[in-house]
C-alpha cells in the first residue's frame, strides 16, 4: 500500500518523517488548535463545518495561520487526495494541528510568530471501539474536575488536554475499559476526552448544554438526526442520578459517531443493553453517511472475535 | 561559538534537527511535563530539586520515563557538559520536557508506549526582564481564572498551558509589556505563566499558597533567602487589594530570579519604584550565586539603553 | 432655554440647589432605589413599566415611600410637564431616586423614617455614545466579577453601584472608551452598570438570562421587536466564547435603545461592523417610538464630526 | 449648646444646610469612601490609622481627593476642633465622606471631576448598645450572603452598602434587636454592617480572616489588647458551628469598642452571659482610652432603665 | 376501631411494637430509602410512580430488596387493605421505608445483607396545613444551604435528613409557624423538607429545576393540571427576588397537594391572599382525585377553628 | 461468655431486643447524634471529651436529650459495667445515639418530644482493619463530594450518612478494600465515613482544617503525641496532589487509632510501604493507652493469615 504523508507548513513527510521542532509552542505550551474531521467512503463528512470551528478556535486564541478558511479547506481537500491511495477499502481521519509556532523563552509574546500548520491523515482504525456498537461500554465519572470555561472554554478545540488524560486514567482504575465522562465543578455532566454524551429518558434524548463541552459537530448531527426521526431532543444540565436512572447512554465522537454505553459507574443503565433509542440514531447515522457504520467497525474485527461478541449481544 | 546539542531519547541533535513526531502525546494532548532550571557561572542551581519535583510530576501524571532520578541527573549533567562550549559567558536553561509517548488514536491508553525525553539548553536571555529590575514591570490580572487544581494542579508542572497563554494575552491588551498574575475561582491571586508572585506588606514578605500555584523552586529559595534576612515570611492567600496597598511586589522566577513589580492594574505599588525589601532580596539572590544578578541581566542590554535605563531610575 | 427644575420630597428646587443631606441613607448607605426613564419626542417610554419595577425594588428593600404607583405615576408627568420648556428640541430622561430616608447612626434601624424621593430630569445627551451607532463599540470583560444575587440582586435597580464603577475603570486600561461587559462568578455575561447584552449567532438573538442582571426595560422591548420581525431569541448562559465567535452584538439601555458593539476584548466582532440584524433592531425601534433614533444621536455631534464618522463607516 | 458644622469641600455649614447635590456619584453610584472615628475623652483615636485606611481606599477606587493625607488630618483636626464647643461632656463620632464628585450621565468616565469631600460630627450615643455590655445582644446570621471580595472589596471601607442593610433587615425577622453577622459565599463567617466578630474557644480568642471583611482597626486594638493580655489570638476561618459551641463571642467596632454577643441564632452563647475574656478585653480598652468604656455608656441610659438593665445581669 | 398494622420483612406488626433493631443502617447511617404515598378517597394515588421512583433510588443507592417492582406494589396494596378498617372515614399515608439492613460496625460493606423493608400507613391528618388553605403559610428562607446535588442528589428520596430538619429549625426562628424553603449554593430556590415550591409570574406557573430538589410526583402532576387548564409552565431558575415579586406562591407535597404561601421572609406576596391561578389548580386537583382537597382539610379542624379561619380569609 | 445489653431510655435491653420505633425521627429523618467510644483494657478513653462533643452536637441540632452531661458520664460507665462480663479478654466500643424522639408525621415541630437515648456496646473487633496495620490500606477519592458544612457541618456528629456510604461505594469500584477520602466542593481532602486522614511530608505531620470535617478525638491525641515525639504539625487545606507525593499517610478513628494508607488512588504512598513516622505514632499511641494496638489487632486475625501478612511485611 501506499506511504501516507503529512502536510507540515508547505511541504509532505512520509510519517517516520513527519516532525516539529521540540522549540514549537505546541510542544513548549500546549498552545495548538485543532480538528479532526473523518470520511465515510473516502468522503470527508461536514468538512467545511470543522475547518469553521478550526478559525472560531484560531481566533479566540488570538493568532492567525496565514491561510483562508477557503484556502485550507483546498489544502486539506489536497492532502486527502494524495493520501488516499493509502487507504484502499478503509476511511480515514483527517487531523488539523496549528500551533501558534515557535515559542518565545522569555515572556515576550509580541515577536511575530509563524503558525505552525499540520495536517496528517490517519486509518480509521475502530477495532477498539467495535464491541461497544455490540454490548455498550462502561461510563465512568473520575474524581477530578472538568477545567471551567473561565479557565479555559472547551469550545475551543484544543491540544492542552492533560487534565483529559489524567482523569482518563482515573477513570480506568475502575475499569481499563472504562470511558470517563467529566463532571463541572457543580457536579453536572459535561464531556469527555474525545466526545459528547447523551442519555435517553423516557423517549427524550438529551444532552448536557456546552457550558463545559464542545460543541461536537457529531452531536450537532446527532441531534439533527433525532429531530429528523421524530425523536424529541433536549439540551440541558445532567447529573449523575440521570445517568443511573436513564433507560439509554452513549457518548459521540467523530470516529465511532455513537457508541452506547451500557453501564454506569458499574450500575447498568436501563436494561443494560444497546437500546431502541440508540439503535435508531445508529440507524440513522448509516443512511445519513451512506454506510453500515456498525458493520465497518466490526468487520475490522478478527472473525473470531466478531462471533464471539455477537454471540453474547442480548 | 559551537553548536548548542539537544538531547531527545538517547540521541544528540544541532537545535535546528531537534525534532519529535507529530504524534507524539507531547503534540497531540499536551500531556508532557517539564523542569527549567538554570546556571549561575555554569553551576545549575539546586538541580536535583528540578529533577526531584520532575519525578513527582511524572509520578502524579502515572507515566515513568525509564530513567533512575540519579540516571537523570548524570544525563542532565552530560547535556550541560556538551552544550558548555556554546555558552561562553553567558549562563543557559536546562529544560527538561518529558511526555508519554506516542498518542495512542483511539481511546486506549492502555498501549505500553515509551516516554519522550528531550532535554535542550538556552541561552539564559534576560534582556526582554533586565529593564524591569531597574524599574520593574506593570503586573495585571486578566479576566480569565486559573485553572483549579481540581482540574489540573499547578503543582505539575506541565506543557498543558494554554490557558497562561490566553490570560497573558488578556492581560497585554492592558499594556504590552504587562506580566500576568491570574486570580482562582475565587479571585485570590496564583502565579502567571512562569512565576509565581510575592509582595511587601509592613515589612512583612506574603505569597499566595501553593493551592492553585506551583510551589516554585525559585519561590522556596527567595523564602529561605528572606529567613536568613530576618525578613519576616508568610505564605497566605492574597488578592488584589492586597497588591493595591502593598508597599512592594514582585514576581520569582528561574530565569530572573526576582522581577520587581512597581505598578498593578495601572496604579503605583507603593511608591512605583523597585522597593528595599526587594533591593534585599535581590542582592540576597547575588549573594547566594556568587554573581550579580541584576548586573549579569543589565549587562545583555546595548550600552545605550541601559545607560537611559538607569538614568530614569529613582 | 428655561430652567431645569428637581423634584425633592413636595418641592422643586433649580438643579443648582438640588441638594439632600449628607445624613441622607443614600448618601451614607447607598440605601436608594432607582429607575432612569427617557422620553421619545417628549412622550415617556413605558413609564408605567419603569414605575412598577421601582415599587417592586423597594418592597424587596422593605421600604414604602408613602405613594401609590399611580401617585408617583400621577407626580412624575407633572415633574416632567413643569420641565419641558427647558426641553425645546431635545428629549430628556427622567430619574426617580428613592432613599430609605435619613440615617440612624446607631445599629437601630427600627425607627421610622421618611424616605427621601428625588425626581430629575436631564437632556438626553447623547454625543458620547452617537459614534457607537456608526462603528459599534469595544466591549470589554474586567477581571472584577458581577455581584451575586445571593449578595444584591441586580434585579433590584438600585444606587449601591461602586462594584460597577470599578469593573469599568479595569474595562478602561484596555481601551478609554470601553464598555464593560460583566461575568459573574461563573464566568458567565451578565450586563454592565446600565445596560444588558445581547448577541446574534447564526441567525437567533441571544442575551443571558437575569439571574445576574437586571431585566430591563429596553432589554424587554429590544426582544419584542425581534419577535415581531421574526427574528428567533433566546435566553440563555452565555460566554465570552459566545462573543468572540457572535456574528453581531450589542449592548440596550434607556438612553441610546442599541447600541453595537464591534469589538470585544480587542477582537473584531464578526466582521467588525454594525451588522444587519443590529441595524434591523436599530429600524425596529425607531419604528416603535416614531424617531430615528440613530439620527437623534448623530444630529447631536458637531457637524465635521458626523461626516467624518459617516465617511469611514463601512 | 453650640451648633455642629460639617466640613463639604472648603466651607463649613450647620447640620441642618449640610447638603450635596443629587447629582453626586455619592447619590447616583455609591461612589463613595468613608471613614468613622472616635473620639474617647475628646481625643480622636488612630485618627492617622483611619486616614490611612482612607486613602488606601480611595487609591483602589481610583480616585485623589487633593489633599495629602497630612492636609487631611490638619482639616480633621480643625472640623474637630470646630466642633468641641457642641460636644460638652460626650465623646464624638468624625466621619469622612468622600465621593468621586460630580455623577456624568453618560458612560463617559473621563471627565475630570471634583471629589466631594464631607466631614462631618456626631454627638457618640450609645444608647442602643449600652444594654448590650450587660447583657449581651443576639448574633444572627441572614440568608443572603456577604458580597464576595472579587465583586467589592470589604476591606475598600465604602458606601455601597445596601446589601449589608437588606441582609440586617433580614436578620430583624428573627429578632428586632438582632445584630447581623454575615456569611460568605463557603458560609463562613464575615463581619456585619459595621463591625467585626470575635468568639473564644477553650481561651483562644479567634476572629474571621479579612478575605471578605474589613480589617477594622477595632479589630486590630482588640487584637493587641489581647496580646498584651496574653490572650492567645487567631484569625482562622469560622462557621456557624463554632459560634454555637463557642465560650464567648462579641463584635467590634469604633463607636462600642466591643459589643458582647451572648445568643447566637437563638441559642445561647456559653452560658449566655458576658464572659470573662470579654470582660478583660473591655477592661483592656478602658485601660487603654482611658476612660470605663462601659460605663460611659451605661450612664447615656436613663437612671431607671441603667438600673434595672443591671439588676438583671448575672 | 381497628387497630393500624405495620408491615417489616414479611411480618406484621400493630404500631405500638414496630420496631426495628437499633442496629438496622437506617438507625446507623440513615441509610434508608422511602416513598410517601396518599389516599383520595382510599384509592392510592399514583403508587406505581412512587414505586417505581423508590427502584430508582434503591438503584442509586446500590442495594436491591429482594422484591420485584411488582411484587412490591401488591404488597403495598396488600398493606393498605389490611389497614383500611383503621382508616373508616380518613384517608390515609402509605410509607415505605427500605434500608440496606444491619450496619457493618467495620469499614466492611462487603458483608451481604438483608434490607429491612417497613411499610406503614397514618392517618391523613391535616389539621396542621388546613388553615393554610384559606390564609396561606409564612414560606422563610434559612440562612443554611441545600446539600447540593454531587453530595447527594435530593432526587434519591432518602431518610439523612438532618440538613433540613436544621434549616427549618432556623426558619422557624422566624415564625413558629414558617415553612423553610431552602436556596442552593447559588442561592436559588430548590425545596423544602418534604415539598416543593411554584410560584405565579403574570400568569406563568414557574417551579424551580431539579438540579437540587427532588421532581415530586405531585411537582409533575400540578404541572400536568397547570397545562391541563392552558395555564403556561416553566422549570427554570427562581430565586428570592422572584418571590417578593410574584404574584402567587405555593408549596407541593403529597398530603396536602398545595399548600399557598401568602408571606415570604416578613413580606405579602402578591395581594398576600391565596390568589387565582392557585385556587384554579387547587379546584384542578379536586378534580382529578374526585373529591374536595380543601374541604377535607378543613373539616378535620374544630368547627370554631373553621368558621374563625373563613371568617377572617379575605 | 455475658449477654450483651443495650440501654435505651432508661431500660436494658438483650440485643436481639434492643430496638426502636420505626416511628422515632433517627429512623424518619436520620435525626440522631452519636458518639464512639472504645476502651482500652477495658477503660473508656477520652470518655468526657465524647461526651462533651456529643452535648455539642444535640445544642447545634436545637434539642436537649433531658440528662446532665454528668449524668450521662455515669449512665454511660453503668452501661459498660453492666456489658462487662461480655467482653472477656476483649476491648469494647461505647456507642451514644439520640435522636430527636418520634417524628412529627406533619410539617409541626413544635410538639414537645422524648428524645430517644440509646447506649449500646459492641466488641472491638479489628480484623477488617488489622492487616492494613502491616500492609497499609488504599485511600481511594471518590467523584462524588463531601456535604459542606454550610449544608450540614461535619462538626455534628450524625447519623444522617448516606452521602458517606455512596461515596464510600464508589471508592469500593476501584477496590472492594478501598477506604474512601472525600473532596471537598474545591477538591480539598476532607474525611472518609469515620476518620480522619493525615499525611507526612519532609517530616512534618499535616492534616486538613475542620472546615469539611469532624475534629475528631483520635485526631486531636494524633496531634497531640506527635507534638509530643517532636513531630512538627500542621492543619491546613491539602489537595490530592499532597498525597500522591507525600512520603506517608493514614486514616485515624476510634476504633484503629491510626490505619496506615500506602496506596493513593492507585498509586503508592512514598514507598508504598507503612513509614517511620506512622511507625512512631502506632507506638505513641501504644505508649498512651497501656497496650500494643497492633498486636492487639493481629492477635484477632487466624494465626496463619498472621503469619502470611507479616511474612509480606517489608
Redesign the interface.
Same mark, same amino acid.
Given at each position: 500500500m501506499a506511504e501516507r504523508l503529512?502536510y507540515?507548513n508547505g511541504d509532505y513527510y512520509p510519517?517516520a518523517e513527519?516532525?516539529?521542532?521540540?522549540?514549537?509552542?505546541?510542544?513548549?505550551?500546549? @498552545?495548538?488548535v485543532t480538528e479532526s474531521t473523518r470520511t465515510f467512503n473516502h468522503v470527508p463528512f461536514r468538512l467545511r463545518d470543522h475547518i469553521e470551528r478550526l478559525y472560531?478556535s484560531m481566533?479566540?486564541? #488570538?493568532f492567525d495561520c496565514g491561510l483562508s478558511p477557503d484556502e485550507m479547506e483546498c489544502l486539506t481537500l489536497e492532502v486527502i487526495e494524495r493520501n488516499l491511495p493509502a487507504y484502499e477499502g478503509m476511511d480515514l481521519?483527517i487531523v488539523h494541528?496549528i500551533s501558534?509556532g515557535a515559542y518565545p523563552?522569555?515572556?515576550?509574546?509580541?515577536t511575530k510568530r509563524t503558525p505552525t500548520i499540520?495536517i496528517?491523515t490517519?486509518p480509521m @482504525?475502530? #477495532?477498539?471501539?467495535a464491541p461497544f456498537y455490540v454490548i455498550g461500554c462502561h461510563a465512568?465519572?473520575?474524581?477530578?474536575?472538568?477545567?471551567?470555561?473561565?479557565?479555559?472554554?472547551a469550545?475551543?478545540k484544543?491540544?492542552?488536554?492533560?487534565?483529559?488524560?489524567?482523569a482518563?486514567?482515573?477513570c480506568?482504575?475502575?475499569?481499563?475499559m472504562a470511558?470517563g465522562i467529566l463532571?463541572d465543578?457543580?457536579?453536572?455532566l459535561t464531556e469527555n476526552?474525545?466526545g459528547n454524551f447523551f442519555l435517553v429518558q423516557e423517549g427524550v434524548l438529551k444532552t448536557p #448544554?456546552t457550558?463545559n463541552a464542545l460543541n461536537g459537530i457529531t452531536r450537532q448531527t446527532t441531534l439533527e438526526i433525532a429531530r429528523n426521526l421524530g425523536i424529541p431532543t433536549l439540551e440541558t444540565?445532567l447529573?449523575?442520578?440521570d445517568v443511573?436512572?436513564a433507560d439509554e447512554a452513549f457518548f459521540t465522537s467523530t470516529?465511532y459517531c455513537i457508541m452506547p454505553a451500557t453501564r454506569f459507574?458499574?450500575?447498568p443503565v436501563g436494561e443494560g443493553v444497546v437500546g431502541p433509542v440508540t439503535r435508531r440514531l445508529l440507524q440513522g447515522w448509516s443512511d445519513l453517511v451512506g454506510l453500515d457504520i456498525v458493520q465497518q467497525a466490526l468487520q475490522q474485527l478478527p472473525a473470531d472475535q466478531r462471533e464471539e461478541l455477537l454471540s453474547c449481544a442480548p
Open positions: 503529512v507540515i510519517e513527519a516532525k516539529i521542532s521540540v522549540f514549537d509552542s505546541a510542544v513548549m505550551l500546549g @498552545d495548538c472560531k481566533k479566540v486564541c #488570538r481521519w494541528n501558534r523563552p522569555t515572556g515576550d509574546q509580541s499540520i496528517h490517519a @482504525d475502530l #477495532r477498539y471501539w465512568v465519572t473520575p474524581p477530578s474536575r472538568m477545567v471551567p470555561a473561565q479557565s479555559l472554554d469550545k475551543i484544543n491540544r492542552s488536554r492533560m487534565a483529559y488524560t489524567l482518563e486514567l482515573e480506568k482504575l475502575v475499569d481499563p470511558q463532571l465543578l457543580d457536579g453536572c476526552k474525545g #448544554r457550558l444540565d447529573q449523575p442520578y443511573y436512572t470516529p459507574n458499574g450500575l
